[in-house]
């Protein structure tokens, strides 16, 4: 539940971070907004775990899955076009939406055949989440640099 507190605040900062690098409003409020929906998805993950309620936690995973899908590409686009951002560090944005793409689909494949990717969906569920923590904490040095250097 706090990690969904705590991705709202980052994505905050990431957005009034690309604002101040002369990105599109429209398109950092966009990936803001899709950000806001994964946060709440993780939070309610957290507020109904599967052994309580697995039809509240799975709505909730569908909005963190589907949000981070498209919040990791819309701040890919938003700091390809900023300035002063490194082009390597706009890329990771789309490589850390592939592994969303890809436990998406392998969860779909589970949901009409339970044991035909279950390991697969559970390894690709840890990639995107090693991925993902790598994807934020290296926003969050690039960030914390660029302040010192101006």
């Known amino acids: 539940m706090i990690s ?3 991705m709202v605040c980052f994505f ?3 957005s009034v971070f690309l604002i101040k690098k002369e990105v599109s409003i429209i398109l950092v409020n ?3 907004i899709f950000g806001f929906i994964s946060s709440v998805g993780i939070f309610m993950m957290g507020l109904f775990p599967g052994d309580i309620s697995q039809y509240l936690h799975n709505f909730g995973a569908g909005f ?3 949000g981070g899908l498209a919040y990791c590409i819309l701040y890919g686009i938003s700091e390809w076009t900023a300035k002063g951002i490194s082009k390597l560090q706009a890329l ?3 490589v850390v939406a592939f592994p ?3 436990f998406i689909y392998f969860t779909n494949i589970n949901f009409f055949n339970h044991e035909l990717a279950l390991e ?3 390894f690709s569920e840890w990639i995107l989440f090693t991925l993902l923590m ?3 904490i290296g926003h969050e040095f690039s960030m914390k640099k660029d302040r010192r250097l101006t």
Request: charged share 0%; glycine share 8%; hydrophobic share 65%.
């Open 30 to 32: 966009l990936s803001f």
């Open 100 to 102: 969303f793409l890809v």
């Open 92 to 94: 990771s944005g789309f």
């Open 12 to 14: 905050l900062n990431l």
């Open 64 to 66: 963190f899955f589907f």
């Open 134 to 136: 790598c994807w934020i």
């Open 4 to 6: 969904g507190v705590v």
């Open 120 to 122: 697969i969906s559970h």
